[in-house]
Nanobody
Framework: QVRLVESGGGLVQTGASMRLSCAAS????????MGWFRQAPGKEREFVAA????????KYADSVKDRFPISRDNAGDTVSLQMNNLRPEDTSVYYC????????????????????WGQGTQVTVSP
């Protein structure tokens, strides 16, 4: 049974940093691309960042590029999102997700390509 558990959310001030982690179990983690998405109240869930199964390829939303590096540890079955220079507009519930295909050749940013989800963790950035 696939299980994704996010941790690391909370309340911070503008300009602060925060690190989110996602612990994966129940599947061959090192065969799947992983992604982070977020959903603010009243808005659709949106792509934030994704990393290839090997860790060599990454994609970012323009709004977080150069601020939110994504990384993974295939030995420990974890994927992380380091969030720097946080802004109030980054306030959302952040979700970890696993791609539906093994060994994808190009990292996807399409939410429909991710079929396993964590429960989410709240990130709140105060002005």
């Amino acid at each position: 049974q696939v299980r994704l558990v996010e941790s690391g959310g909370g309340l911070v001030q503008t300009g602060a940093s925060m690190r989110l982690s996602c612990a994966a179990s129940g599947f061959h983690f090192d065969k799947y691309d992983m992604g982070w998405f977020r959903q603010a109240p009243g808005k659709e869930r949106e792509f934030v960042a994704a990393i290839s199964w090997s860790g060599t390829g990454t994609k970012y939303a323009d709004s977080v590029k150069d601020r939110f590096p994504i990384s993974r540890d295939n030995a420990g079955d974890t994927v992380s999102l380091q969030m720097n220079n946080l802004r109030p507009e980054d306030t959302s519930v952040y979700y970890c997700a696993a791609d539906r295909h093994v060994y994808r050749t190009m990292v996807s940013t399409n939410i429909r390509d991710f079929n396993s989800w964590g429960q989410g963790t709240q990130v709140t950035v105060s002005p």
